[in-house]
């Protein structure tokens, strides 16, 4: 293992050289107990994976993290969780950028810098206790030095968009977990609120006609607003849709 960033007090960091993914373990330590907090670092994953089981390329030098959480909430208060973490993303993706760079959230879970993915959320959850989640897992990517370059949506690193070179993945994850908490807070004691407002204050075609690709059919549309759980509310025409899963895509132009 490897020597361990301090992170606040909220939080337990458990870090490792490599292992298959972040995510994986922090599921593991659910299932033995593990307290909200618990925070699991690994500099390279074998088995990195982004959602609906795409895999997570996770070459040494990005940052791979996951944060247990034990929310005592119903699961689509849980899920809000998303909007909580993207918003820190962002903070810490722009701290570590020159002043002025474009940096935006793109749903439902993406942190884009210049319109290209520069991180990635990912929230898995089990358990119910009673109808609360017992636990939910918020894994997060951030390319600093590397990036795919054969990926579906255009990606970049942070280093590529001008970071300086002192900007570690060490420092990231202390800035990240930091940022987290100050997101954390807000939401358990505000609301959800304060934090979609933040979110849509840095949202990503918002207004602007998108595709939305679902499993089974690609809409077209405007994107509206969130509505008030964090789903996308998509305009089209005289009719407003409700998407609570899916890619998508801004039109050009």
Not at 194 to 222: I, Q
Request: charged fraction near 25%; proline fraction near 5%; include cysteine.
């Amino acid at each position: 293992m490897t020597a361990k960033p301090i992170l606040p007090e909220h939080f337990q960091l458990l870090s490792f050289d490599e292992i298959d993914s972040t995510n994986e373990e922090a599921k593991r330590q659910a299932a033995v107990g593990a307290p909200d907090g618990t925070v699991v670092w690994a500099k390279r994953q074998s088995a990195g994976k982004g959602r609906r089981s795409r895999a997570w390329v996770s070459e040494e030098g990005n940052l791979y993290c996951s944060l247990l959480v034990r929310p005592d909430v119903l699961p689509p208060e849980a899920m809000q969780m998303s909007f909580v973490a993207a918003n820190a993303v962002a903070e810490t993706v722009a701290a570590s950028l020159p002043r002025g760079t474009f940096v935006t959230c793109k749903w439902p879970n993406d942190v884009l810098v210049e319109g290209k993915k520069t991180a990635g959320i990912l929230l898995e959850s089990g358990g119910l206790t009673g109808k609360k989640l017992d636990w939910l897992v918020v894994g997060t990517g951030i390319n600093l030095n590397s990036f795919p370059e054969d990926a579906a949506f255009p990606a970049t690193s942070l280093h590529r968009e001008g970071a300086a070179k002192d900007v570690t993945v060490e420092g990231l994850l202390v800035s990240y977990y930091r940022r987290f908490l100050a997101s954390l807070v807000t939401w358990r004691n505000i609301g959800f609120a304060a934090t979609r407002r933040a979110w849509l204050e840095r949202a990503y075609g918002l207004g602007k006609p998108l595709t939305v690709r679902l499993d089974k059919e690609n809409l077209e549309g405007v994107f509206e607003t969130l509505d008030e759980d964090g789903a996308l509310i998509l305009r089209q025409g005289e009719v407003f849709r409700r998407i609570t899963t899916g890619d998508v895509f801004p039109h050009e132009g």
